[in-house]
């Protein structure tokens, strides 16, 4: 059974910088794209960012330049360093991938950018 478990999340001040975690068991972050999406409050989920299963990134235009999406094979984590944070990047933050035509989520992280 594929799981995902996001860490990380929490509030901080404008310009500061969060760094989120996201623990995958039954499915190899080797194989896989994996995802971060996040959701504010009365809006759509987006994706933010994303790393193909051979090293490729990909991310959100609002992002760019301030968040860094990587992986740890060993520990089968994929991360999120976001820096230069704004309140605008409040949102529920969560880690995505799929499998088959399956889609599989976390709980998802909290992150409030607030002063």
């Known amino acids: 059974q594929v799981r995902l478990q996001e860490s990380g999340g929490g509030l901080v001040q404008p310009g500061g910088s969060l760094r989120l975690s996201c623990a995958v068991s039954g499915a190899s972050i080797s194989i896989f794209t994996m995802n971060w999406y996040r959701q504010a409050p009365g809006k759509e989920r987006e994706l933010v960012a994303r790393v193909s299963s051979d090293g490729n990134t990909d991310y959100a235009d609002p992002v760019k330049g301030r968040f860094t999406i990587s992986r740890n094979w060993p520990q089968n984590r994929v991360y999120l360093q976001m820096d230069s944070l704004k309140p605008d990047d409040t949102a529920r933050y969560y880690c995505?991938?799929?499998?088959?035509?399956?889609?599989?989520w976390g709980q998802g992280t909290q992150v409030t950018v607030s002063s």
């Open positions: 995505h991938l799929r499998r088959q035509s399956n889609d599989f």
